[in-house]
């Protein structure tokens, strides 16, 4: 059984909106990083954004300004708010939790995954 479900994904015109939303059990989410990354096809793997316990953020670069990560502590439940979506935004998009040597730009090492939401922007 996968500890990580993503969901808010679907279809939406460029200049939309939309918000992702992950839920974990607290054993994996409290007081643990959590991610959020997304591929798309043919693409590696990509960081979207990871944020803290205590509410640090780190963001990719081609989503700062248009995207805010989140979390609430007491559902442990991590957000994501896409906003000024672009087509070069579609992708299936992961939620993540820290673990070992992670390395943040690809993702690689993050301990546990989700299945994964996809997004897709039209033009």
């Known amino acids: 059984q996968v500890p990580l479900v993503e969901s808010g994904g679907g279809l939406v015109q460029a200049g939309g909106s939309l918000r992702l939303s992950c839920g974990a059990p607290?054993?994996?989410?409290?007081?643990?990083?959590m991610g959020w990354y997304r591929q798309a096809p043919g693409k590696q793997r990509e960081l979207v954004a990871v944020?803290?316990?205590?509410?640090?953020?780190n963001y990719g670069d081609s989503v700062k300004g248009r995207f805010t990560i989140s979390r609430d502590n007491a559902k442990n439940t991590l957000y994501l708010q896409m906003n000024s979506l672009k087509p070069e935004d579609t992708a299936v998009y992961y939620c993540?939790?820290?673990?070992?040597?992670?390395?943040?730009?690809?993702?690689?090492?993050?301990?546990?995954w989700g299945k994964g939401t996809l997004v897709t922007v039209s033009s």
């Open positions: 993540a939790r820290w673990g070992v040597r992670v390395v943040v730009h690809t993702g690689l090492g993050m301990e546990y």
């Open positions: 607290g054993r994996i989410f409290s007081g643990n990083v």
């Open positions: 944020v803290t316990s205590g509410g640090s953020t």
